[in-house]
């Protein structure tokens, strides 16, 4: 076992478990979380297996093939959060309209001052 495999290791294997632990959110992130992680302590513990499955998909080395999947799961967690915000928004824009609609003071009996007949006497 290489040096930084000793790192390495523990390191996934505790992210993967407070992952597993933590994520009751939407079945897709905890997905991509989940297999991303899986996917790192994987080639983590087989350090050739990246460039055997790189070679057998037809790309050259294994490295190719981790930041690929990394570009990969850092396009799909981007999409996710945007996605997230765009929910909050829309619940935050209802929130502020509820609360505009209750604190809003009924209005006075009869017409605004401006909008007064004209003076007669003028």
């Not at 939407?26 to 070679?55: K, Y």
């Not at 981790?66 to 209802?94: D, H, W």
Request: with cysteine; aromatic share 8%; net charge positive.
């Amino acid at each position: 076992m290489k040096p930084i495999q000793w790192v390495l290791i523990p390191v996934l294997a505790g992210l993967l478990l407070l992952f597993y632990r933590r994520l009751r959110g939407h079945a897709a992130v905890r997905a991509v979380t989940l297999l991303s992680t899986g996917t790192a302590l994987l080639f983590t513990l087989f350090l050739d297996s990246s460039t055997w499955l790189a070679n057998r998909l037809g790309i050259g080395r294994g490295v190719d093939l981790v930041t690929y999947l990394a570009l990969l799961a850092l396009m799909v967690s981007c999409v996710l959060l945007y996605l997230r915000l765009v929910r909050m928004e829309a619940r935050f824009a209802e929130y502020v309209r509820r609360q505009a609609v209750e604190a809003a003071e009924p209005p006075e009996a009869g017409p605004p001052a401006d909008m007064a007949p004209p003076d007669p006497a003028r």
